[in-house]
C-alpha cells in the first residue's frame, strides 16, 4: 500500500451484460464480423435457411466501459435456463450481435452503429420479412433513438418489431453515494470514468457531479431528452415491446429498507459508510473518509424516493464494490448486496421515478394504456437487470412477426 494515498479502489466498473443465473460455459459458434462505424456485429445465420440473411434479429450491447465484449454476450445469451441465441437460429432467425467500439460513449454516437447495422442487414436480406431490432439495457435506448431518427429522416428501417429488455427509459439509478466515491479515490480511475461518461450522465435519473459536489440532472440528459424528442420520442412503424426484469406487483426487495447500512469499510477507507436511499430531506446517502491524503465528506440528498429497495432489475452494486476493498485489504460489513438499478416503472416506461407512489406503483393494476409500449411484460419474482430468464425469453418468442 502506498503510504501517501490510500489503494485504488476504482479498478471496477458497474457493468450489466445480459446474465445466467447459473451459468454453463457455451462455445460461441463460427460466424461473420461486420466491421460498422464506432462498433461490429457478429452475425449468426438461422437454421435451414439455405445460407443468407432472411430473418434478422438485431440485439445490441448494454452498458459498460470500453469495446463491447460479445463472447461474454453470447455466453449471458446462451449460458442460463435459456439458449435464447440458439432457439432464435433453430427457428430460422439470424441472430446479429450488436458491439460498439465504446459502449460508455454518448447514445447518439452508439446510435449511428445501430443504424449502420440496420441498414447492412436490409441491405444484404434475401426476401422481405420486417427486422426485428431492439437491445439489453442501454443497447435498447440506442437502438429505439436510431429507429425513430430513421423515421424522422424519412429512410425505411423496414423493422417490423422493437424490442427493450430492462432498458432505463425513465432513467437508472446508481446511489449517488457510490457515484461520488468514484472521484474520492485518489487516483484516476475506471470506476470514475465510467461514472463520468457521456453514457451515465445520459442514462442516470440523478448524477453526481465531480466538479461541483451537487446531485442532479446532468446536462447531457437533459440534452438527449431533447434530441429524443426531437425525432419523434420512439419509433412509430415497428411494434414495440418491452421487457422488466423486475416485479409488476409494486413489490421490489423488501429486506432493503430505507436508512440503513448498505456496506461499511474499515482498515481502508476506515468508516467508510454507504446507506440505503430513504426519503426526506438532508438524508446521508454516504459517509466517505480516506487517511491518505486525509479527507472526509457526508453525501446527502434531498427529495428523494426509496430507490434501492424499488421495483426493478437489480445491479450487485455493494457487492461488487466490498468484493473490491476487501481484495485491497479492507474489512467490509456488506449487508446488502443488491439493488434496484432499473426501476420496473421506468423498463416499462408506465411513470417516471422522481415519486415514491411512481416509483411502487402496482403496475399490474394499471391500464395497458399507460406505457408507452404496445405490449410489456414484467418478470414474475425479482431478477437480476437483464437476466435472460425462461419467463422472458419465452414471452419474447411468442411475439415475433411470422
Known amino acids: 500500500m502506498s503510504e501517501t494515498a490510500e489503494p485504488n479502489a476504482g479498478t471496477f466498473t458497474l457493468g450489466a451484460p445480459p446474465t445466467a443465473a447459473s451459468p454453463t460455459a457455451v462455445t460461441v459458434p463460427d460466424h461473420e464480423e461486420w466491421p460498422l462505424p464506432n462498433g461490429f456485429a457478429w452475425v449468426f445465420p438461422g437454421e435451414g435457411d439455405g445460407g443468407g440473411i432472411r430473418r434478422p434479429v438485431i440485439m445490441a450491447d448494454g452498458f459498460n466501459l470500453g469495446r463491447s465484449e460479445l463472447d461474454k454476450l453470447y455466453q449471458g445469451l446462451e449460458g442460463g435456463e435459456f439458449p435464447l ?44 420479412a420486417r427486422l426485428v431490432v431492439g437491445g439489453f439495457s442501454m443497447g435498447g435506448i440506442v437502438t429505439r433513438y436510431a429507429l425513430a431518427r430513421l423515421e424522422m429522416q424519412r429512410m425505411d428501417h423496414r423493422t417490423g418489431l422493437y424490442f427493450s429488455w430492462d432498458s432505463p427509459h425513465r432513467g437508472a439509478s446508481i446511489p449517488v453515494g457510490v457515484q461520488a466515491f468514484a472521484y474520492f479515490i485518489p487516483f484516476p480511475n475506471d470506476f470514475a470514468k465510467q461514472m463520468n461518461s457521456p453514457a451515465a450522465r445520459q442514462m442516470l435519473w440523478r448524477h ?3 466538479d461541483t459536489g451537487k446531485i442532479g440532472v446532468a446536462p ?14 420512439w419509433p412509430r412503424i415497428p411494434r414495440l415491446l418491452g421487457l422488466a426484469n423486475g416485479r409488476g406487483d409494486g413489490v421490489g426487495l423488501p429486506e432493503v429498507k430505507p436508512g440503513e447500512v448498505a456496506l461499511r469499510v474499515d482498515g481502508i477507507y476506515p468508516g467508510t459508510t454507504f446507506y440505503t436511499q430513504a426519503q426526506g430531506d438532508d438524508v446521508t446517502a454516504a459517509y466517505l473518509n480516506r487517511r491518505l491524503p486525509q479527507a472526509e465528506k457526508t453525501i446527502t440528498t434531498n427529495g428523494f424516493p426509496e430507490l434501492d429497495g424499488a421495483p426493478g432489475g437489480t445491479l450487485h452494486t455493494y457487492e461488487i464494490l466490498a468484493e473490491t476493498l476487501r481484495k485491497l485489504g479492507g474489512t467490509v460489513d456488506l449487508r446488502h448486496e443488491d439493488v434496484c438499478f432499473v426501476p420496473s416503472v421506468s423498463a416499462v416506461a408506465v411513470r417516471d421515478i422522481e415519486k415514491q407512489s ?45
Open 85 to 128: 441465441v440458439s432457439e432464435l437460429r433453430r427457428r430460422g432467425r439470424d441472430v446479429i450481435l450488436l458491439g460498439f467500439d465504446e459502449r460508455s460513449a454518448s447514445i447518439l454516437t452508439n446510435a449511428e452503429t445501430a443504424t449502420a447495422a440496420i441498414m447492412r442487414a436490409s441491405a444484404e436480406q434475401l426476401g422481405d
Open 220 to 233: 447531457e440528459r437533459t440534452e438527449f431528452l431533447a434530441e429524443l424528442e426531437r425525432v419523434g420520442d
Open 208 to 210: 453526481y457531479d465531480k
Open 358 to 402: 411512481d416509483l411502487y406503483v402496482n403496475i399490474d393494476e394499471l391500464s395497458p394504456d399507460e406505457s408507452e409500449f404496445d405490449d410489456f411484460v414484467l418478470s414474475s419474482t425479482t431478477t437480476p437487470h437483464t437476466a435472460v430468464s425462461e419467463e422472458l425469453c419465452t414471452w419474447l418468442l411468442d411475439r415475433l412477426p411470422d
